[in-house]
């Protein structure tokens, strides 16, 4: 470019949006991948990273490559004596002080999630060179103005897959949203800066952005997973479904979702409507019991569990539900229309002493008496 720009144009601002979307949706994509496309993307991956040309393995899910297709390639895997792998897999094998060394551009890998690692730190310095020298270009501090990271939360979910199949393969996958996010700030760079630096690096990005869901990354074999059939989502792009998966594979694998929180089938299987204010006295995890009071509703919970009524004024009374069911003691302000005898419950803090306190609270320090117009 000929020329400097000290800030965004309100057309360039209005692009943010437009790349912001249009690689969230590819993040998100439930179609299938295009397996030679994968191919290509894959072999011209290794060859950014300086890595030998690995055998390229497809299934259908996480779940697929981390209790069937791995546990049968560990051997061929991780390149090790059987007596070494054996070690490494009860974590008493010492490995070497230089775990990825470089010589004449030939990346030799002590184990498995080193050559993640490799990768991972390959494009983000790539990446930082790009940027640095889109600043230097724009005369502007990149990070500031370019709002375009691909907020899909994929991580967590494919944290709980590692969870659910209680596996150690976590640390060696790159899951198809990274790509995503690099190349929603390349492809802004390219398209509204006409800036042409590292177009290689954008050329594969994209490529294994828009063909593949996944990939466990080793020195010789790289395991390609699909993306899934179905993915739902709440408006803060949170795994979310009631009462069905809220991510499912080809192969039948799926899981249970509520705002973002992992649920076992018990739960997921029924929309929250169904479920019982007495799983609260038998769900040991805190963050389950979280999304139970919220799917059950105060109401339920006053109506279902024992509450003890600690004092009344008017229509309103202060109940105290007995059972340790949430962090802090649950406190609930039962409240009765007069006119048409419509019943509404909400928690309020544990330290109000009376209903006539609670109502207080509720109406923002406003006492009852205070009331123009009581209903």
Known sequence: ????????????????????????????????????KVVEGV??????CYLEQPEIIFCESPYGAMSKILPQLDARIIQTTPLQFLQLRLGRFKLLPNLIKRESHHVEVQRPSDVNIHINTTLYYKFISYMKSLEQTLKIDIADVLELQIDANLPELYHQLQIQLEKQYDSNFIPGFIFCSYCSWLDFGQSVFNYTGEQNLLQILQLLAESCGCIFPYRRIVVVCDRPSKLS??????????????IQFTDGYNLYANSGVILPEKYGKLHPHQWQASWLLEEKNAELRRVLIQGIGYARILEELQAKELNSYREYTLFKIENEIDVEPIYLLKMTCPSTGFIHVLRVPSNVKSAQEAITWVNWGVAPEEFVIQT
């Open 233 to 246: 989502l709440d408006n803060q792009n949170r795994l979310h479904a009631e009462g069905e998966p809220a």
């Open 43 to 48: 072999k011209e991956l290794y060859s950014l």
């Open 1 to 36: 470019m000929s020329h400097k720009i000290a800030k965004l144009t309100p057309e360039q601002e209005a692009l943010m949006k437009f790349y912001r979307e249009k690689w969230r949706n590819i993040a998100f994509s439930t179609e299938r991948i295009d397996k030679r």
